[in-house]
């Protein structure tokens, strides 16, 4: 973890529903800076897919710069180092949970610590 | 000796934040019982996830960002107002708590001990008039504050464990526009505190780091629309921050940095420029310190 300072963090509260979901944080960064961002999964009750990107969900063409997809099951602590950019798009894509009703659904949170040096 | 503390304090803080991810997931035990089945009446309409949202820096990196560009320490530009019972609103509460852990940074940065007690008081004050003084008493951080006055870094350590604290006891109160407006008010101070250092100084770093804090501006509006609807009183504030937009979307550097599309540069600031930019923040930081 060192010598990055953490000082910020998010928490993502995920609730699985019969639709697929896309959730977006923005996280403006400022260029010149290095930036290490720190996953916790472990609060998930099943896998989400974590992309991050340097647009936004709305722009017609962006290239992850970070993908879990490439994760051991198991691992919840995921590292990333940021490259040289002004903002962040971290995208949680949530599968659909086909068993979730009206009264019942899984739900859970994903969260990640923001460090600097 | 300091690198034992640097690390301890920071062990503490992973400790904390890996604490508060279960703490605000709801579960208390990681792995199988993190699988949380929530029961919902089903009279009630599901509440819709948001599906956008922002995480927007503390003030205490943005004081470091500033502080690798050059800039000192300026006597008697922080907050005048040390009368924290004067704030009424919860708006101006929480813009002024903004405005102090952005002078409490600077100070303790600087390492101004006595001033940074002072404002370390006046945070605490204007959390407790929000409701939120606990996050204060959370392993003794008000107190291990005051034991460590004079080394800068436990010191910093200390307030983004504060940081830390504070934000995940908003999440979970679900109060997250309270976040977004507390980090208004400690970016307005931080402007003006670079500002005003940068009217003496005329550093060119200081003004590349100036126009890059413009940068968060967009991400700060859209964070406070996003809760605008949980609190009316914020739509004043939106249209104080667009109002600095503004006038640095005209400036003619901005223009043409903005022309030339190419989000790597720098923009430096004409010095006429930068007065534009100033008053306007300093306009906005008198209205939110009156109160």
């Given at each position: 973890m060192e010598p990055f300072k953490y000082d910020s963090q998010k928490f993502t509260k995920i609730n699985f529903t019969k639709k697929a979901q896309q959730l977006e944080v923005e996280v403006p960064v400022f260029i010149g800076e290095k930036y290490r961002i720190v996953f916790n999964t472990s609060g998930l009750p099943k896998p989400v897919s974590i992309n991050i990107y340097t647009k936004d969900k709305e722009a017609k063409k962006r290239e992850a710069i970070f993908t879990n997809k490439e994760v051991k099951a198991g691992e919840t602590v995921l590292v990333f180092d940021a490259p040289r950019a002004r903002k962040m798009y971290i995208d949680y894509d949530v599968p659909a949970d086909s068993t979730a009703s009206p009264t019942q659904k899984l739900s859970g949170c994903v969260a990640f610590m923001v460090g600097y040096k | 000796m300091l690198l034992n503390r640097k690390s301890l304090a920071l062990k503490g803080t992973m400790l904390i934040a890996t604490s508060m991810l279960f703490v605000a997931c709801g579960s208390e035990t990681p792995k199988e019982e993190s699988t949380e089945v929530v029961a919902v009446d089903s009279t009630v309409v599901e509440e819709e996830t948001e599906t956008s949202s922002y995480s927007l820096p503390s003030p205490l990196q943005i004081a470091s960002i500033f502080k690798k560009s050059g800039l000192k320490y300026k006597d008697?530009?922080?907050?005048?107002?040390?009368?924290?019972?004067?704030?009424?609103t919860n708006l101006s509460k929480a813009l002024n708590l903004g405005v102090y852990s952005a002078d409490l940074s600077y100070t303790v940065l600087n390492k101004q001990n006595q001033e940074a007690m002072n404002c370390m008081k006046l945070c605490r004050q204007l959390a407790d008039n929000l409701g939120m003084g606990s996050v204060f008493d959370q392993g003794n951080l008000s107190g291990r504050f005051e034991k460590n006055l004079g080394n800068e870094d436990s010191l910093a350590y200390i307030i983004a464990e504060l940081q830390m604290v504070t934000d995940m006891y908003l999440d979970e109160n679900n109060q997250q526009q309270i976040t977004s407006i507390v980090f208004s008010g400690a970016w307005v101070e931080s402007l003006y505190i670079g500002s005003k250092v940068y009217e003496k100084s005329k550093g060119k770093d200081l003004n590349s780091k100036l126009s890059e804090q413009m940068t968060i501006l967009g991400s700060i509006i859209n964070a406070l629309k996003a809760e605008e609807k949980k609190d009316a009183n914020i739509t004043g504030l939106i249209a104080d921050m667009e109002s600095i937009k503004a006038i640095y979307d005209s400036l003619e550097s901005v223009k043409k940095y903005n022309e030339a599309a190419n989000e790597d540069a720098d923009i430096t600031l004409s010095d006429d420029e930068v007065i534009q930019l100033t008053k306007k923040i300093e306009e906005v930081r008198t209205k939110i310190i009156n109160g």
């Open positions: - | 008697g530009i922080t907050s005048s107002q040390k009368d924290a019972a004067k704030y009424t």
